[in-house]
């Protein structure tokens, strides 16, 4: 009886060149662990469920991803990812607004740039670079190495070196999606920022450097609510009516605060709405006893202060101010 696929060693392969099966495989493994971390995401704290995130879903999305990814294509809009890349993608962005406590609907990249997630498609390609460093500094089996021998350095006598394209006239786009011919696009644009051959560490701290966002602090502060509103306002996406007039709620057709004065948006809420000028005055005393001993009374009306810290401020001080900033969310009942 003719099998159309099998099962090597973890990878699906379909006698159509096909990773579609084995992805989706993974993709039904990752969901059933992230049903899990929608469960507990009302409870555990925002780093504990990162962990969850990272040891039991995303390794099941990291497997053998350098052999079926596809590499994003460039158009108007920016980075576009196919249908199968988006499905896994999905994954993760649904698990980063779990982990978040963030709306359906929040713009993925301000979202992983909370969190400081690299998107899993440059995730695949970095891990696609690095692996072709090993296959270059022979720490691969020899006959990866062999695809290389086979032919000569683009430019010989530099190093670390450039190798010849393997993307050809005509070529179809599941041959240049495969490894080789993307890594070697990759790897040419990324090792001429060095003159020498960089270590594995040090590649990979560029790359990382150059992908992965920096993760914005919440100082170690466990109240699971609080940070969920927290991230809500920081994302752009919350109970605030410009922020659910911009992403076309249907119960919201303006975006002038029950006030009566102004349009109801981060700022408005923060500092002139009327409605919560009591809990305002305690927010502002607790903030103020902070800023003035190294004075900076200035920061008293930055947004960013209130929902991100300040790097002119120690630790223990930022926690104090986004305490405050979430002790006002909740005493607002805005957000309940």
Not at 288 to 296: A, E, F, M, S, V
Request: net charge positive; glycine share 4%; with cysteine.
């Amino acid at each position: 009886m003719e099998e159309h696929s099998q099962k090597h060693l973890g990878l699906t392969l379909h006698n159509s060149l096909s990773f579609k099966l084995h992805i989706h495989e993974k993709i039904a493994k990752a969901k059933k662990v992230l049903g899990s971390l929608k469960r507990l995401s009302r409870y555990l704290p925002t780093k504990t469920l990162e962990s969850i995130y990272k040891s039991f879903i995303r390794p099941h999305l990291d497997y053998c991803d350098v052999v079926y990814h596809e590499p994003s294509k460039i158009n108007a809009q920016g980075q576009s990812l196919s249908i199968i890349m988006e499905e896994i993608e999905r994954i993760q962005y649904q698990s980063a607004l779990s982990i978040a406590g963030a709306w359906k609907g929040t713009n993925r990249s301000r979202l992983y740039e909370e969190l400081g997630w690299e998107s899993l498609s440059d995730r695949r390609r970095v891990r696609r670079v690095l692996l072709f460093h090993k296959i270059v500094n022979n720490l691969t089996p020899q006959y990866l190495k062999d695809k290389l021998t086979a032919q000569r350095p683009d430019h010989v006598g530099i190093s670390p070196p450039l190798f010849k394209s393997l993307v050809r006239y005509n070529s179809t786009n599941r041959f240049q999606s495969s490894f080789f011919p993307d890594a070697i696009e990759n790897w040419n644009v990324f090792i001429s920022s060095f003159q020498t051959m960089p270590s594995l560490t040090l590649l990979k701290a560029h790359l990382n450097n150059l992908f992965r966002p920096k993760c914005k602090s919440i100082f170690g502060i466990h109240d699971r609510i609080g940070i969920r509103f927290l991230f809500q306002l920081r994302v752009g996406l919350s109970p605030l009516k410009s922020h659910k007039l911009k992403h076309n709620f249907e119960d919201t057709p303006s975006d002038i605060c029950l006030c009566g004065i102004g349009t109801e948006d981060t700022r408005h809420f923060l500092f002139s709405c009327s409605l919560y000028a009591r809990q305002r005055a305690k927010l502002a005393a607790t903030t103020i006893t902070i800023l003035t001993p190294k004075n900076l009374n200035h920061l008293a009306n930055s947004e960013y202060l209130y929902l991100y810290g300040d790097v002119s401020l120690s630790d223990n001080e930022n926690r104090n101010i986004l305490k405050a900033t979430i002790t006002y969310l909740n005493e607002t009942k805005r957000f309940s």
